[in-house]
C-alpha cells in the first residue's frame, strides 16, 4: 500500500515537469529578457531625526544601566540593558521637558516597577543619565 502511495506520487510530481509545447513558458526567451540593475556600493540617504537629548554621550545610558544593576537589582533582573536604559532616556526627556520628578516616577511605575523604585529610578537618571542635569 505504501508503494502504490509513493509511486503515486512521484508520477505526479514528475508528471508536473513535463510540458506541452503549446503551452506558453512562465519564463522569457533569452534574447528578449530586461535587463538585471547593477548593485552599486552606494548606499542611499538615511532618514534624519531630531537629535535625543542623549545622543551626544552614549556612555550616559552606559551609565545609567550599570547604576540600576548595582542599586536595584529587581528593577534590572528581567530586563535586557535596552529595557533599562529606556527607563533612563524617559526620564531624561520628561525632565527636560520640564515635568516634575515625582510625576516622571508615576509614568515609570505604570510599567511594573514599583513607586519607591520609580522614584530610584529618576533620582539614577538624573545623576547618571541626563545632560545638563545636577547630579543629586
Known amino acids: ?54 545622543s551626544a554621550e552614549p556612555d550616559r545610558l552606559d551609565r545609567f544601566a550599570a547604576a540600576v544593576r548595582e542599586q536595584l537589582p529587581e528593577v534590572a533582573m528581567d530586563r535586557r540593558d535596552e529595557e533599562v536604559e529606556a527607563f533612563g532616556e524617559q526620564a531624561c526627556r520628561a525632565l527636560a521637558a520640564g515635568e516634575k520628578a515625582p510625576a516622571v516616577a508615576g509614568e515609570i511605575s505604570s510599567q511594573g516597577v514599583t513607586s519607591a523604585d520609580a522614584r530610584k529610578l529618576v533620582a539614577l537618571a538624573g545623576s547618571t543619565a541626563c545632560p545638563d542635569r545636577p547630579k543629586v
Open 1 to 54: 500500500m505504501r508503494g502504490v502511495f509513493v509511486a503515486i506520487c512521484a508520477v505526479a510530481v514528475l508528471g508536473g515537469c513535463s510540458g506541452n509545447a503549446d503551452t506558453p513558458s512562465a519564463v522569457p526567451p533569452s534574447g528578449t529578457a530586461e535587463p538585471v540593475p547593477q548593485v552599486t556600493d552606494s548606499q542611499l540617504p538615511l532618514v534624519s531625526r531630531p537629535p535625543s537629548p542623549l
